[in-house]
């Protein structure tokens, strides 16, 4: 089957198939070369995919009969899922029948699944969620990790937090020699936990080693900046900053809505500004950075928002197609244990010189 196969599921997301198959036909509309394996209730997807002459002949549909809510735990999804539409999706990866696998549903299920099925990349504790963060920066994002795989990190997992974000950066965003910041409450050495203080200490010391720069502490307002390009932080902070940025770019966009609408002369303004105010909003819209890129796995493994609707989807298959056309999980895997072996050798011989 040539071009990059994709293996969705299409029972997750609130809003149901529909906004996935949506998705997948506007993906498919734009690459020619996507092919996906779509899996869920194959009654119901056999009549959805039948109505989008993008997909004729492009979609390989593998009945699934269950589905993994949003509130169901992960332990109770391993013990009881293997029936479901996510188990489907993703050993589809497992087997090589798909390049990539996208999930719009429970994200605590979905990297259980993940770790169980594909597992982890040698020398990796912890995997990591990487999402996208509009900037200034000349690539248009910057990338933030964790963003929610493990609300708790030690100094060595925000040290593979570091690599495994500089290995996205070159691949998602080709940057040659990424700059990394952690995250922390004031840029200033004393301020932070101990844990973040042997980290900054952990990357300062592996960054030469590891071709990426290191530029210290870096503060919230430094998440859209262009100062850095990868952020480093625990998978709580990481979420809670990802779901504000989330609530205050919808906030913006309503209420530049209701300002335009507010009167007559207002609607008239925005007429004259709409072209400015289209592109801001486009700039705004977090459909168009959707997907969460699993880091650490044997797999790529994209999760999309749970609410995402078919612009969404489509963002986060053209995100996945992405990385599987740079043969990202075999090169992440490569750099992690070059990396690996680079920093050991750099603070073997810090060691050696004291």
Known sequence: MPGTVVSVDAMGGDLGPQAVIAGLAMAAKKNAQLRFIVHGDQAELDKLVARRRELSGRCEIRHASGIVRMEDKPSHVLRNGKDTSMWSTIEAVRDGDANVAVSCGNTGALMAISMVR??????VNRPAIACLWPSRAPQGFNVMLDCGADVRAEAQDLLQYALMGASYARNGLDLKRPRVGLLNVGTEEHKGRSELKVASDLIARVAPAADFEYVGFVEGSDLPSDGVD???????????????????????????????????LSRFASLLAFTSLRRLSKRIDTRRVNGGVFLGLNGTVVKSHGSADPTGVAAAIKLAARLSAAGFSQR???????????????????????
């Open 332 to 354: 992440l895997a490569s750099r992690i244990a070059d990396a690996e072996a680079a920093a050991v050798a750099a603070l073997q011989a810090q060691e050696a010189g004291k």
């Open 230 to 264: 990868v952020v480093v932080t625990d998978g709580f902070t990481g979420n809670v900053a990802l779901k504000t940025g989330e609530g205050t770019a919808r906030m913006i966009r309503d209420l530049l809505r209701e300002a335009f609408a507010y009167s007559p």
């Open 118 to 123: 594909l597992r982890k990349i040698e020398g």
